[in-house]
């Protein structure tokens, strides 16, 4: 019994060369294998197969066992040569034969371990992640089982869900995911996938995230072409829904390798794509077919449902917080993300005087200074105004904001601000106007309005955005000094006036001016109903003045005619809608007026002669609706239109046969835009003309400029 292993320890010392040897032959035997399964994953990787933990992990043991061989070999060797081809070192030659011995176990040992063919990779990955979801989601079931119908009937190739940043673009695209992702027993996909992109858009890390998601590796060095043409090889057999989130720009899907070429209309499409992004164009870009889904703001009853599970139900208790709650819910204009921020600001305030101060910075549009609120909001919503295409895009958004207050007269106050006009004509000025409308409306930032699509109007939060990037985030530009006075402040900083460039006073029944009023820098002046306002005789360079419907205004203005004249170098006036009945004679001394409307001043009766023709830079004239230019007077009004050689656009409305050829007989004048008349006298007028009607007068009358303009 103790012979064995004495013997063995012997045998270690006089046969290192042959233990050696066997371990060599071992470790090359290793080596081959190692490479066969290399190879083997190599393959599978170009297959879009992802090698199992447990191959890698075997690789490296047999690499480390191969190596270990390799230095014991080298260690024998070095010490033979030393030795003159051999060694007698029993103490060397003991260690080296143990050592071989042992390493050759453990040689045959892993490659007994070594993975088959079945057991190399991985399993592919279930349908898709569940992923998590707000604890409360409201007014978002209509959309979704309406994408959820079109995805399973297949009547579109790719969805867009639009929407302003915060309205639940994001929380309505993760509900499709799990819905979709969980349904795995009604096998309607073979794969759900969802990326977010964001705006640093980056092809390597769309396609890796994909990958990782359908299980597959992409080699790290290969390029784009590779990685693309991998994700391509492993999809287009398969069905997938592919859910992008927050794009910016259009996502090149070919570079990125989604296939594209087999998607068929019908229930067999099982290749779809849904998309959010704030950009209609985006989605539009991306598929021009595109089934668009806008998400609009919640209904109050929803509104005050999200609002209620953040800021808690104990709102209830108090009837006057109640109160101040509704008011906030209406403020939020149903925002899902601030219905969210405010009501969890609010979570923590008990008493009746914190609500009401929420609500006067609400009203005041002074968000960011609600307590506890940060700005989390705005830096959400300024995103999308970072991204409008250019300078003056962002300049008519700003303005808008500004003097907008339900409905306004876009184009007409953006074209009197200079910011459409590139050159003198106005019909390209009116174009341009229509195109930044567009791109502000596809990028979410103004929204239709319930009176129809003639009108507009801009989200409160919206609004609040802008006032608040006129005071933060453009505070060492041009808007810096824009003053918007609300019915809480009664007492205005002298200074503050004084300093301002552009004033709006909205409803502003109690705001006291301060009788040193001096307006040195004053550019535009935007007033509505205000009727404590004091004279202003000192108005600096005045070069807008914009009057919202207001007869004290009006009284105040008029009056000072000839002081405006004096200081103003661009003067666009807007009278409409306003209740004056007469036009003063030294309306005439405005030598510089280039914008005048007078849009439905239906109590308007006297324009004194002389008038008109006085105005010799007037570019726009608006008497659409106003009731002075009757048949009567028409004969006088329309010669002195002829003289005006600036003038460009003519809205007015026609009231007789003669005053209508008169007006399309006008040597003088360009008429770029749409004239009213009543429908009876289009095609009397066609007929004399020797014309042909190409549709009924109703139609033409239309054309012809009852298309409210209230832009």
Request: with cysteine.
């Amino acid at each position: 019994m103790l012979w064995k292993p004495i013997r063995k320890h012997i045998y270690y010392c006089l046969n290192p060369e042959s233990n050696v040897h066997n371990l060599m032959i071992a470790a090359d035997d290793l080596r081959d294998t190692i490479d066969t399964i290399e190879e083997r994953i190599l393959v599978g990787e170009c297959e879009g197969k992802k090698p199992k933990a447990q191959a890698t992990s075997w690789i490296r043991s047999a690499q480390s066992v191969r190596d270990e061989s390799d230095k014991i070999k080298n260690g024998y060797e070095a010490r033979r040569i030393h030795a003159l081809g051999c060694s007698w070192n029993f103490f060397f030659n003991y260690s080296v034969s143990n050592s071989a011995t042992k390493m050759h176990a453990n040689a045959d040992e892993i490659k007994k371990r070594a993975p088959e063919n079945d057991g190399m990779f991985s399993s592919l990955p279930l349908v898709g992640r569940e992923l998590p979801l707000p604890p409360y989601i409201v007014g978002q079931d209509e959309y979704k089982d309406k994408i959820v119908g079109s995805i399973k009937q297949g009547t579109t190739g790719t969805i867009g869900i639009c929407g302003m940043g915060g309205s639940g673009k994001t929380t309505l695209l993760k509900q499709l995911n799990n819905f979709f992702s969980c349904a795995a027993e009604t096998h309607e996909f073979d794969h759900v996938i969802y990326v977010e992109v964001s705006q640093q858009q980056n092809l390597e890390t769309v396609q890796q995230n994909i990958a990782s998601q359908l299980g597959i590796m992409l080699t790290q060095n290969k390029d784009a072409t590779f990685r693309s043409a991998s994700l391509y090889n492993f999809l287009k057999e398969r069905s997938f829904l592919l859910l992008i989130d927050d794009l910016w720009q259009t996502l090149d899907l070919v570079k990125v390798g989604i296939p594209q070429g087999g998607r068929q209309l019908g229930p067999q499409n099982r290749q779809m794509i849904v998309i959010t992004s704030r950009l209609q164009q985006v989605c539009y870009g991306m598929d021009g077919h595109c089934q668009m889904i806008v998400l609009q703001r919640l209904k109050f009853n929803e509104a005050w449902s999200l609002f209620e599970s953040n800021a808690g139900i104990r709102i209830t208790n108090n009837v006057q917080v109640k109160c101040h709650a509704e008011s906030i819910v209406e403020k939020c204009g149903g925002l899902p993300l601030a219905l969210k921020i405010v009501g969890q600001a609010m979570a923590s305030k008990g008493t009746e005087h914190e609500w009401e101060l929420a609500v006067n910075l609400l009203e005041q549009s002074q968000f960011h200074k609600v307590p506890d609120v940060e700005n989390d909001l705005y830096s959400v919503l300024y995103i999308s105004y970072d991204n409008l295409p250019d300078e003056r895009t962002k300049q008519c958004f700003l303005f808008f904001a500004f003097a907008s207050y339900g409905t306004s007269p876009t184009r007409s106050f953006w074209m009197g601000h200079g910011l459409l006009d590139e050159d003198d004509d106005i019909g390209n000025s009116n174009l341009r106007g229509y195109s930044v409308v567009a791109c502000l409306k596809r990028a979410c930032l103004l929204e239709g309005h319930p009176l129809g699509e003639k009108y507009l109007r801009m989200h409160d939060c919206i609004q609040d955005l802008a006032l608040w990037i006129t005071a933060t985030k453009r505070a060492n530009g041009s808007n810096k000094k824009w003053l918007v006075v609300s019915d809480q402040r009664k007492l205005i900083d002298p200074k503050e006036w004084s300093m301002a460039e552009r004033i709006r006073l909205l409803h502003n029944k109690n705001v006291t001016i301060p009788n040193s009023c001096y307006c040195p820098h004053l550019l535009t002046l935007i007033m509505r109903q205000a009727s404590q306002i004091c004279m202003l005789t000192r108005l600096g360079s005045l070069e807008s003045l914009y009057l919202l419907p207001t007869w004290i205004c009006i009284v105040l203005i008029l009056n000072n005619l000839q002081h405006l004249e004096q200081y103003c170098t661009n003067i666009h006036l807007d009278l409409s809608y306003t209740p004056i009945q007469s036009l003063p004679v030294e309306f005439r001394l405005l030598k510089k007026l280039r914008y005048l409307y007078l849009r439905y001043t239906r109590k308007l009766q006297t324009v004194p002669d002389g008038t008109i023709s006085a105005l010799s830079m007037l570019r726009v004239l608006d008497i659409h609706g106003s009731v002075f230019f009757t048949k009567v007077k028409a004969r006088s009004y329309l010669e002195e239109l002829e003289s005006l050689t600036s003038l460009q656009l003519l809205r007015v409305t026609v009231v007789d046969f003669q005053s209508l050829r008169r007006i399309f007989n006008l040597s003088r004048v360009s008429l770029r835009d749409r004239i009213g008349t009543p429908p009876s006298f289009v095609p009397t007028y066609q007929q004399s003309k020797g014309t042909t009607s190409r549709s009924s007068g109703s139609e033409l009358y239309e054309e012809f400029g009852e298309v409210d303009d209230r832009w």
